[in-house]
């Protein structure tokens, strides 16, 4: 199944990703998982592992709204950007938002996603 746009929900711990088109919608979660330690650095490390979870559940997805707590938007803008610029691009959007429902995210990436092909001029399909 080729889904071509997602919507992904992400704070430090879970991400909610959800590749949709005009019919279906393909859900799939990340869950950080903790490796506690007294090593210096650890939560980086961490934090940088569930990223990557994230942009790898991304794969193949051309355009992404990436939606969530403000601090956690920045560090998975900034781990994109700096760790995963194939997957940076494909970001077309960020939103803060609060914890939505999975049918809110569902239809507030079509709305956002239909806002912004009638701003680049693609036509709306009736």
Same mark, same amino acid.
């Given at each position: /199944?080729?889904?071509?746009?997602?919507?992904?929900?992400?704070?430090? =711990?879970?991400? %909610?990703?959800?590749?949709?088109?005009?019919? %279906?919608?393909?859900?799939?979660?990340? @869950?950080? =998982?903790? =490796?506690?330690?007294?090593?210096?650095?650890?939560?980086?490390?961490? $934090?940088?592992?569930?990223?990557?979870?994230? !942009?790898?559940?991304?794969?193949?997805?051309?355009?992404? *709204?990436?939606?969530?707590? @403000? #601090?956690? *938007? +920045?560090?998975? $803008? =900034? &781990?994109? #950007?700096?760790?995963?610029? %194939?997957? +940076?691009? !494909?970001?077309?959007? &960020?939103?803060?938002?609060?914890?939505?429902? $999975?049918?809110?995210?569902? +239809?507030?990436?079509?709305?956002?996603?239909? %806002?912004?092909?009638? /701003?680049?001029?693609?036509? #709306?399909?009736?």
């Amino acid at each position: /199944m080729s889904l071509s746009r997602a919507i992904v929900w992400t704070d430090h =711990h879970n991400a %909610q990703i959800l590749k949709f088109d005009a019919e %279906q919608v393909l859900p799939s979660h990340v @869950k950080a =998982h903790s =490796h506690p330690t007294g090593q210096h650095g650890s939560a980086v490390r961490t $934090e940088h592992e569930f990223f990557g979870h994230v !942009c790898d559940a991304l794969a193949g997805v051309s355009e992404v *709204l990436a939606v969530g707590p @403000k #601090t956690s *938007l +920045a560090d998975f $803008e =900034h &781990y994109a #950007t700096k760790h995963r610029p %194939q997957t +940076a691009r !494909c970001i077309v959007g &960020y939103e803060v938002v609060d914890h939505p429902t $999975e049918n809110q995210l569902v +239809a507030h990436a079509r709305q956002w996603f239909l %806002q912004r092909d009638r /701003m680049a001029g693609v036509p #709306t399909p009736t």
